[in-house]
T-cell receptor, first 110, second 113 residues
Framework: QQKVQQSPESLIVPEGAMTSLNCTFSDSASQYFAWYRQHSGKAPKALMSIFSNGEKEEGRFTIHLNKASLHFSLHIRDSQPSDSALYLCAVSDSGTYQRFGTGTKLQVVP | AQTIHQWPVAEIKAVGSPLSLGCTIKGKSSPNLYWYWQATGGTLQQLFYSITVGQVESVVQLNLSASRPKDDQFILSTEKLLLSHSGFYLC????????????FGSGTRLLVI
């Protein structure tokens, strides 16, 4: 069964810093890799996704996937206090099943 | 634009009582639909998925059932609630294209007492 693990569990970074979040998975046949952001008491919202090896950048956010290493990451440039939230990584097969990690709680302090 | 609506927003129910949660997607034909559950402080866990009307697949057995009576509607239900059913229930949809993302509804918060 697919295992998805995130690190670190929690992170405190100063405003303006680069934040790096990590996610490992166990099924090399996975096809969809995503990061979600969830504010307290709210539904998760998709931030970025990637389907093939490499990197994708959208604004301050960059997602990087290395299927051979069973690892993908999210990097947040110039972190802001509004970025403080729970970050969830998720891995999916062909679209029927999406498995989530346990989350990284990010706090950006002014 | 596609919209996803979940109801009710929150419920407080007694152990042993029935439950029905709903989800409607507008503006998207034949979406893939999903139910997720998140215990307080817990991991988001997929419960069911449906790729077409009348067809629902279970992912985790939690004494819950799901149905898709219409193309744009997904229902989660049980006849007898347990304390362990408390949590945050989320409906999501995904397009059928290979590069489609998942979009979540705003969720239903359930407390079983």
């Amino acid at each position: 069964q697919q295992k998805v693990q995130q690190s670190p569990e929690s992170l405190i970074v100063p405003e303006g810093a680069m934040t790096s979040l990590n996610c490992t998975f166990s099924d090399s046949a996975s096809q969809y890799f995503a990061w979600y952001r969830q504010h307290s008491g709210k539904a998760p919202k998709a931030l970025m996704s990637i389907f093939s090896n490499g990197e994708k950048e959208e604004g301050r956010f960059t997602i990087h996937l290395n299927k051979a290493s069973l690892h993908f990451s999210l990097h947040i440039r110039d972190s802001q206090p509004s970025d403080s939230a729970l970050y969830l990584c998720a891995v999916s097969d062909s679209g029927t099943y999406q498995r989530f990690g346990t989350g990284t709680k990010l706090q950006v302090v002014p | 634009a596609q919209t996803i609506h979940q109801w009710p927003v929150a419920e407080i129910k007694a152990v042993g009582s029935p439950l029905s949660l709903g989800c409607t997607i507008k503006g998207k034909s034949s979406p893939n639909l999903y139910w997720y559950w998140q215990a307080t402080g817990g991991t988001l866990q997929q419960l069911f998925y449906s790729i077409t009307v009348g067809q629902v697949e279970s992912v985790v057995q939690l004494n819950l059932s799901a149905s898709r009576p219409k193309d744009d509607q997904f229902i989660l239900s049980t006849e007898k609630l347990l304390l362990s059913h408390s949590g945050f229930y989320l409906c999501a949809w995904r397009g059928t294209g290979a590069n489609s993302d998942y979009t979540f509804g705003s969720g239903t918060r359930l407390l079983v007492i």
